[in-house]
């Protein structure tokens, strides 16, 4: 073995040598980097070697080839590259080829080597890199299209990305990613083309005039891939409406767009989608920059289709579609008239939608309110909020906005009382308890600004719910308390909130912020609720024992001498991977390095 590693070394005694005579490396220096490859070369000949020795030899090289770049901008000695870095890049490519030889099924080291390749525009190592990484991982449609990329994008080889997609279409003809990226990579290369055209023509090379009619620069390859594609996956919508955007993406394909819609058309008639599809196609991908008056004639033409659409297949989905096309465009903005025709257009699409679906999905509901808002209709809003309430009477969201509505439209004290009081307590019985979280904040905020005489007693009545509920609101409890009746009245709170599980870490630390924070620290009562915590989540939460011994070493009037104990007490009590994690937190806490 002694032989190989010296063999090896010796390969790299003419890059040293050049490092030291152009002066980026003393001698000394030479003689480190000698010692350390040595080192790392009797690893690499070890019977047991593994992928981390590998893996720090070339973390070795690539921080001497990031040192030799800093010499050489201090030095402005920029000469000799192809005997000095070519050859520890050579080195380093040797190292990775070995490491995935042994660690074939890695592919974050696989994905290093490319990375390093790339960096150093290593093309024709790139190109046996992914050869080889295909040959094992043949079965990954993302590595056939990172590699075709790669030949399209940065190997300019057309001829390379379409081979290889043929190559991964045969491992995988079901796979829709391919076949939309290998559209997308036939359209880029008519693009291409079409751009080297218009170069030569402004460079006054007069192309051949039937050059313009060749087949490829008229996406005539790209259109039989998406042939393809559909005879392999007839009934495959998704399949079909994926190929849509990445045509958009280019503007000589509109025949392509035209033959896609017509078969749309032609084969999913009853498909909610292909509708949405069919009624979108209208507004020009550049809708954004488009004149006013462009862009109200282009959604005209959609709603005409919509409206098609919906006779055709008046379903809940369909005209969710309607809806949110119309929401979608109101959103937009424009001017005065615009936005109210926008306006007037959604709303009678939605009154429609009423009309024609037995019950309004919960969505279109929760869409309806919100336009009404958009235009100022509040009463209506409320109107049609009850009504959606009274139509999905388990729906967490559309009593949250029913009760919202009524709290900022009621301005009479005594009413909004009474009414956000009933409205609650109505919620409350239709709701399951575990999903009710977001009502009661409401409420709560609500008696916060309006009624805080009674939010300690929907506050006691919260922590008595469901755990999802009770253990949000047992830390606004004591929050509460502080604020509500200082030192005294949230030590009540707590001692009562902390026999009633479940409990969080949350509610302790915050009581505990609490206590430390006055001039007068009682540390048995922090003490007390530390202990406490521990009862309840001494065995999974190192982080607890941690900060109960940091207290006793750092408070002024802290004990060290129970920091020992707490320690002990702590690897007793923990199990699993927890031990571990205190073991290191500990440690470090120690040294000074963990605030």
């Known amino acids: 073995m002694a032989e190989f590693v010296q063999q090896n070394i010796e390969e790299t005694i003419p890059e040293l040598e050049q490092l030291e005579r152009v002066g ?63 050859t520890i890049i050579t080195r380093i490519l040797r190292l990775f080829r070995r490491t995935c030889t042994q660690n074939p099924e890695d592919l974050k080291l696989w994905s290093s ?27 990954k449609p993302a590595l056939w299209i990172m590699a075709a990329k790669f030949q399209m994008e940065e190997n300019s080889s057309s001829e390379n990305a379409r081979g290889l997609m043929l190559r991964a279409l045969r491992h995988h003809p079901k796979s829709h990613k391919l076949w939309t990226e290998y559209f997308r990579l036939e359209l880029m290369n008519a693009d291409k083309q079409r751009k080297r055209y218009a170069l030569l023509k402004q460079s006054q090379i007069e192309p051949d005039e039937d050059d313009m009619n060749d087949a490829v620069m008229q996406g005539a390859v790209a259109k039989m891939v998406y042939k393809q594609a559909i005879q392999q996956m007839t009934d495959d919508i998704d399949l079909h409406l994926a190929f849509l955007p990445i045509c958009q993406r280019f503007d000589f394909t509109q025949h392509i767009l035209d033959e896609i819609y017509s078969d749309l058309e032609e084969s999913h008639a009853d498909s909610e989608l292909v509708w949405n599809a069919l009624s979108r196609r209208h507004l020009s991908p550049d809708s954004q920059e488009s004149e006013e008056s462009v862009v109200v004639t282009e959604e005209a033409k959609c709603h005409t289709v919509y409206d098609e659409a919906v006779t055709s297949i008046p379903t809940p989905k369909m005209w969710s579609m309607y809806v949110e096309f119309c929401i979608e465009r109101l959103e937009r903005g424009g ?12 709303l009678n699409v939605l009154d429609r939608a009423h009309k024609a679906c037995d019950t309004l999905p919960e969505e279109l509901f929760d869409r309806w309110l919100t336009v009404l808002l958009i235009v100022g209709g509040v009463d209506e809003a409320i109107s049609a909020a009850q009504e959606a309430v009274t139509v999905h009477p388990t729906s967490v969201n559309l009593w949250c906005r029913y009760m919202q509505l009524v709290i900022q439209n009621i301005t009479d004290a005594e009413q909004q009382k009474t009414n956000v009081t009933k409205l609650f307590e109505k919620a409350c019985s239709n709701l399951k308890s575990k999903n009710s979280l977001p009502l009661w904040k409401i409420a709560m905020e609500w008696c916060l600004a309006s009624d805080p005489a009674n939010l300690e007693t929907l506050l006691q009545t919260g922590v008595r719910e469901h755990k999802h509920v009770a253990m949000v609101l047992k830390e606004h409890y004591i929050d509460w308390a502080y604020l509500q009746g200082g030192l005294k009245t949230v030590r ?30 009682k540390m048995k009562q922090i003490r007390s609720c530390y202990e406490d915590a521990l009862r309840e ?41 927890h031990v571990e994690t205190f073991t290191i937190k500990y440690t470090l806490m120690q040294t000074g390095h963990c605030s």
């Open 537 to 577: 989540f001494g065995t999974t939460e190192p982080d607890l024992w941690l900060d109960f011994i940091k207290l006793e070493l750092t408070h002024p009037n802290g004990d060290p001498s129970n920091s020992p104990s707490l320690h002990w007490r702590a690897m007793q009590a923990l199990q699993g991977d």
């Open 335 to 346: 001017s005065v008239k615009t936005s109210n025709q926008r306006a007037r257009q959604t």
């Open 24 to 86: 980026l490396f003393a001698k000394e220096e030479i003689k480190a980097i000698i010692k350390r490859r040595t080192h790392h070369e009797y690893r690499l000949v070890r019977r047991q070697r593994d992928k981390e020795d590998f893996l720090k030899y070339i973390q070795y090289e690539v921080n001497l080839l990031h040192l030799i770049k800093k010499r050489r901008n201090r030095l402005h000695y920029f000469f000799k590259k192809d005997e000095i870095e070519m």
């Open 492 to 521: 009540r709170v707590y001692s009562l909130l902390a026999k009633e599980k479940p409990l969080t870490t949350e509610f302790f630390y915050k009581y505990i912020a609490i206590e430390n924070a006055q001039t007068d620290t």
């Open 113 to 139: 080597y490319i990375e390093f390749a790339r960096t150093w525009h290593m093309m024709q190592e790139l190109s046996r890199v992914f050869t080889r990484l295909l040959k094992v991982h043949s079965d």
